[in-house]
């Protein structure tokens, strides 16, 4: 796929998985399943000229899958009249500038883009390739022209040709251009739809939601007239025949009412006799970002003001939907504007443009916090300052390419649901607002077959997290990369003592004896610990995670004991969780990672002691043999989770794979663990070698071997030493032999994988412990 149709397909969040070719094609099939619905070629020639084996390989799979081929020609170099295309009774002309194009009402291709216009005038470009064909296998699906005579020399120019199947048993749409015409935009989404039988399909209902921020608010000379506001209210009434249910989202700011001139003041009085004309929510008193309060009385007195403010005008205070000044504290994420929301106003659903950044916009996402859901906030290309047509970036001609196949348009196009941010000086002076959003609708009407609704935000929160639910759980971002969130980000609050690197597991492979020597070092610094899971805090992978940020960043406190110091976490669970890698990649993206790896077979028999120590029921229903062998298909869920939570964290390689899918292999650094027992000190020289500590701090002096724990301990000033607290390494019966051989043989794939994962990653040497395993497994 090229970069502007893979744009397109994320920004409709069409379901798709998509493998780049190379010189030989990808698996084609899995267990006698298809594994593609659509093959797109960017460039169509690299199918026409692929060698025979490969071609005849791809030609057989489609026919028998019933899979079609979407196809690019490109540009030409130079103009050339009808170039057969090879292997086909098809014909190209090139290298033309063509104008008004319109389509075929006949094409069964068409779902999103509806026929019966016309677009006049020039189509983007001179380098035009359009089809002719003598074979009814082939029917025209858009046409242009390249006379400039008008319709009545109107000579109609296939630029984009279906290919029914009949010459060789293989669906084709093919495009004589790009994708820079918004019309072939749309062609090429039906184009999906259509060769894959319905699977690569989107919706074809829109759900739009108009807010006006800023009521009330605004310097004079800027706000609504009295005239402004029946206009609004005239252009409403023409918007619901195009999108039925369309009101006005009012978005109020009560400190600012009659703050304008005589004349606005006016419009003021008149916005609230029409108060049941709209549909309203609370904005913020005083227009005040909300990152700005770190006092929650305070920020609650504020909003308690603009409720009042409501209820002693007439405007509805049950529509539990409010949106910040500026999208502040809603992300990232300001605790205390969820808290004295849902106490005040009892919010359940906000919009924001910042989630999980302003740009690219067909990349915003929604998440819920809090029992608060968020929905993505898409902009009109309207700001506060955009009240004169004249004054517009480009002018009236710029934002109606906008408007009619542009970024508007397109916004509408690929989101299923829309929630707009528009301002109260939008519908003043010239009133662009009505203007743009009039003329936007009207143009989807004629050019798709989109439904355009409106719903209130509870009912559009409920159907988009229904639509999309894999957006529910929010991905912490790092708000300190990006400049915007910085700016709504509360001063109180630095990046600067987050964890610089992570000891990520698995358990009992001796992260907790690494965290005690680590908490040693003069320059580094663990977090504080926690009243529930003491050294743990285990936030990126557990419930702890939807407490947010904030929750998250009062175990790295600033204070002048920590400060230039290394900051770390130990979790020994993040090691295999699958959500993890992803989580700690948004928040921590340059963090390095530190996990420590023993014998799996070892690792496995010391977590079911520790389980069994603790009185975990299935130690006591099973014995460590009947656990590692029972039959997963048959066995009780409680006992299959535990059996997992015992034997998985031993894949190794699988679970680095997944981190490396999110970090470069220089940010980990893998400890044998059987060397961490039996030689710390060179163990944590490495160590510091890879966090690059100098001068490095000498453990020699400072760790010694106790004799009767049988383990390295710190050494006190006294001359004693300390070890490591009740529990840790507790004396336990040898594994029996036969669980031992079991497991040998069960890691046996995890652990050669191990091997090649090693040796890619450039160790040079191999564990003992890991040779050792490999070895008794072929004997």
Known sequence: MCVLSIMMVDAAAVAYKMEVAGKSLPALTNLDKGRYSVIVFENYHRYLNMDKWNRELLDKYCREYGVGILGFFPPANRHMTGVKVKGFPLYLHTKLSLRDAMLNSASPVLRVARAGGVYQGPLPGDDWSVFTANHTTYEPVAWGSNSSGGWTEYVPLATVMQDHGMYDGISRVLFGNGLNFWLHRLLFLDSLSYLSKGQLSISL??????????????????????????DLIKTQDRIRQLVPGFKFNLGFSGKYFHRGTWEENEGDDTILENVDKFNWFCHMW?????HLYNNETHLEYEMSLNKAFAETHGIPTNSSYSVAPHHSGVYPVHELLYTVWKKVWNIRVTSTEEYPHLRPARLRRGFVHRGIKVLPRQTCGLFTHTIYVDRYPGGLKKLDESIMGGELFQTIVYNPINVFMSHMSNYGSDRLALYTFESVFQFIRCWTNLKLVSSGPLELADKYFKMYPEEIDPVWGNPCLDQRHLKIWSYKKSCQHLPKFLVIGPQKTGTTALYTFLSMHPNISANIPSKETFEEIQFFNGRNYYKGLDWYMQFFPSNDSVDNKIVFEKSATYFDSDIVPKRVQALLPNVKLVTIL?????????????????????????SFHQVITANESVIPKSLRDFRNRCLNPGKYALHIERWLDYFHHNNLHIIDGDQLKSNPVDVLDQFQ????????????????????????????????NKCLGKGKGRQYATMDTESYKYLREYYMPYNTALVKLLRKLEHTTIPQWLKDDLSYSST
């Open 598 to 622: 023993i014998s799996p077979a070892k690792r496995a028999y010391s977590w079911y002691q520790h389980a069994k120590a603790h009185g975990d029921p299935n130690t006591i229903k099973y």
């Open 205 to 230: 209902e829109r759900q739009v939601l108009v807010d006006i921020d800023d009521i009330f608010v605004g310097e004079s000379g800027i706000r609504m007239w009295k005239e402004d506001v029946h």
């Open 689 to 720: 070698k890879f966090l690059k500590i100098t001068p490095p701090f000498d453990y020699s002096s400072h760790i010694r071997y106790d004799a009767k724990k049988g383990f390295f301990c710190k050494v006190l000033e006294g001359g004693g």
């Open 286 to 290: 005083n227009h005040m970002q909300p």
